[in-house]
T-cell receptor, first 111, second 113 residues
Framework: GEDVEQSLFLSVREGDSSVINCTYT??????LYWYKQEPGAGLQLLTY?????DMKQDQRLTVLLNKKDKHLSLRIADTQTGDSAIYFC???????????FGSGTQLTVLP | DAGVIQSPRHEVTEMGQEVTLRCKPI?????LFWYRQTMMRGLELLIY????????DSGMPEDRFSAKMPNASFSTLKIQPSEPRDSAVYFC???????????FGPGTRLLVL
């Protein structure tokens, strides 16, 4: 079955860039997503990328996709304390309708 | 747009009691998903509906769990009888159509004592 892997923790200094990595196994994935979850809150859609793209930029967020290696990353430029949250990578394959989520990466931004 | 609405936001109940979680999807969305989030298992899809019809319920843990979608603007997830291991955050999400981007509600935090 599909599997999505993420590292559990990342700490960065305020103002630095954060890079959160994700690997997936389903080669038929059509869309890959990044969601953000703040403490006690639901999942907020941050961005997504279609599988035929290799990069997508949206303000401070840059998504890179290496389809050959099945590797996805989310770069947050100029990381702020408000970016502290859990970031989930999720993949959606063409034949299925549900999302398969990674375990989430807890990002801590230090002052 | 109000987004996906879930109620209650928090629920504390005793083992053996019936629990009903409610969800109102975004207006115009015709796909609805129920997820469960726990520390041990992360986010798991329980069931999803398309045009009010259950399409895949393979994630429903056991017969104690049931879900309904009587109309396009309302869904329930029921646990009867509840058990302590059901304690989790239950999320509802909706999308414009199957395979489209899913938008999540704030979740219901369930604690079964």
């Amino acid at each position: 079955g599909e599997d999505v892997e993420q590292s559990l923790f990342l700490s960065v200094r305020e103002g630095d860039s954060s890079v959160i990595n994700c690997t997936y196994t389903d080669s038929s994935s059509t869309y890959l997503y990044w969601y953000k979850q703040e403490p006690g809150a639901g999942l907020q859609l941050l961005t997504y990328i279609f599988s035929n793209m290799d990069m997508k930029q949206d303000q401070r967020l840059t998504v890179l996709l290496n389809k050959k290696d099945k590797h996805l990353s989310l770069r947050i430029a100029d990381t702020q304390t408000g970016d502290s949250a859990i970031y989930f990578c999720a993949e959606q394959s063409g034949s299925a309708r549900q999302l398969t989520f990674g375990s989430g990466t807890q990002l801590t931004v230090l002052p | 747009d109000a987004g996906v609405i879930q109620s209650p936001r928090h629920e504390v109940t005793e083992m053996g009691q019936e629990v009903t979680l409610r969800c109102k999807p975004i207006s115009g969305h015709n796909s609805l998903f129920w997820y469960r989030q726990t520390m041990m298992r992360g986010l798991e899809l329980l069931i999803y509906f398309n045009n009010n019809v259950p399409i895949d319920d393979s994630g429903m843990p056991e017969d104690r769990f049931s879900a309904k979608m009587p109309n396009a603007s309302f869904s329930t997830l029921k646990i009867q009888p509840s058990e302590p291991r059901d304690s989790a955050v239950y999320f509802c999400a909706s999308s414009l159509d199957s395979g489209e981007t899913q938008y999540f509600g704030p979740g219901t935090r369930l604690l079964v004592l």
